[in-house]
């Protein structure tokens, strides 16, 4: 039996960039814990279906929300569309994000840098600023933002403006923090490591490999993995849990 500070019954949550990797195991977690879920997607709309399709498979209650998180409008959008189809949010996992590309220093252009920020950053800014309004009123709510482990250590090659971003996140976790606990919201995030996702598709193998060899577990994570890291913050086993980042990198990078 789940223990009831892990469960989400009655609860809705907005999870963006769930059509794949750490957003769906996220959403189907929260799912399958209770939460009525609002997957947010953007491009691929097929992977948002086949989420719902299994969320309602397994008895539970979601709906597919198609929305261009670097537009700040459809941003407030695809919240309020949550809001209208399943109630008032009281979960929000800022997951949406990209390496868009990797850009050298001596190349990089201003809408290069306004690109990475824009889906990296200003998403989940103004996501958490659409359903900061309700959760206050209500006195309940968490908010979850997905980090990386390269907000620690720079990322890869070309990776400076991914890693810059990733990087305000956190600091941008805690002062949000601190504005929103004293009105009963916490805002925590989690900064994944080498996860086996979508976003690897393009890695090298033997830079795969490079990634392996400096991991302690000998392997990389999993979409799951971090899914329940994400959940616990979320829920009730967290509740003093507040303005933190918690690591899951198979000790990758030990803070």
Known sequence: MTNSVLTFTGKTALVTGASSGIGAATAELLAQLGAAVAIGYHGNAAGAEDVRSRIAAAGGRAVAIRGDVTNVQEVRAVVARARDALGPIDVLVNNAGALVGRYSIRDLTPEQLDAVLDVNLKSAVFAAQAVAADMVQRRRGAIVNVSSI?????????????????????????????????????????????????????????????????IPLGRVGTSAEVAWAIAFLASDAASFVVGETVDVNGGQLMR
């Not at 990087?167 to 601190?178: E, G, R």
């Not at 916490?186 to 400096?214: C, E, K, Y």
């Open 150 to 214: 390269a907000a620690h250590h720079g990322g890869g090659p070309g990776a400076g403006p991914y890693a810059a971003a990733k990087a305000a996140m956190i600091a941008y976790t805690k002062s949000l923090a601190k504005e929103l606990a004293p009105h009963g919201v916490r805002v925590n995030a989690v900064a994944p490591g080498v996860i086996d996702t979508p976003f690897h598709l393009t890695t090298p193998p033997d830079v795969m490999r490079s990634f392996v060899s400096a």
